[in-house]
């Protein structure tokens, strides 16, 4: 039983004044649904941190990416290409490509690109290091993602928990003060429906950031599926005239 709803009324029944601000709530509240709220405004914290730092990281790679392939189609070297983006490649494009040419060099250095039997399993190496590459700079993008599809999904569910805790503190009061006057279930009210609005203020912006950001990062993972099928071909064709 919340005893400073009980509080809000004096015993004479005269109603005292009571505030209804964010911070009163919070300190109104019970143990259960301070714990809700703080559980909800962290989360809302953190979605936004992640929600932030996925817009710009899309950005800029999506500029990276456009820098990379203006690069590699000027017609240029790729050795040159290479000994400029192949050391310390900054985005994933770069770094799919760094890993072919690693596996190229490495090997045609070796003299492994002299039969028909030992070129097809150059091209098989090539493919799985850049398949390989993709997949672990795909996960590295998609990080925190989960975070933000579970804050989604379960933040309504928390601030509805709360809700339901707020609403049996109202029922004690009244049970307790043998009145059912607004003035007696408005500050339990208020406090179940605040946790309603912050599990939906968590929610929203998670689940359309998610929505957003799921959308950009597989229009991104086809680019680069793309751009490694277009490059195993030219290593293909350089690996024919070299027969």
């Known amino acids: 039983m919340d005893a400073n709803i009980i509080n809000a ?25 301070k714990l809700v709220m703080i559980l909800l405004f962290v989360a809302s914290i953190w979605s936004w941190t992640i929600i932030i730092d996925k817009w710009l990281r899309v950005r800029r790679l999506e500029r990276e990416a456009r820098r990379f392939e203006e690069s590699f189609w000027s017609g240029g070297s790729l050795d040159e290409l290479y000994e400029s983006f192949g050391a310390e490649p900054r985005d994933p494009m770069s770094a799919v490509f760094a890993a072919a040419m690693t596996e190229w060099r490495r090997s045609t250095e070796r003299g492994l690109s002299t039969t ?28 925190y993602m989960v975070f933000l599809a579970s804050a989604g999904a379960t933040a309504p ?15 004690q009061a009244i049970a ?18 605040f946790t309603t609005a912050m ?36 290593l293909s064709r350089q690996l024919e005239e070299a027969k």
């Open 157 to 171: 569910f928390i601030g509805l928990f709360g809700t339901v805790w707020g609403i049996m503190n109202s029922f």
């Open 116 to 143: 028909v039997a030992l070129r097809a399993g150059l091209q098989d190496r090539i493919e799985r290091a850049m398949d390989v590459t993709l997949v672990r700079e795909m996960e590295r993008i998609e990080r």
């Open 9 to 33: 009324v004096s015993v004479t029944g005269g109603v005292i004044a009571t505030d209804f601000s964010v911070w009163a709530l919070f300190m109104r509240a019970d143990i259960v649904i």
């Open 176 to 193: 307790v003060a043998k009145d059912t006057s607004l003035a007696v279930i408005a500050p339990g009210l208020s406090e179940a429906l």
């Open 199 to 234: 599990g939906l203020i968590v929610a929203i912006p998670a689940v359309a950031a998610y929505n957003k950001f799921s959308t950009d990062m597989n229009r991104y993972a086809q680019r680069l599926d793309g751009f490694a099928a277009e490059f195993t071909g030219i």
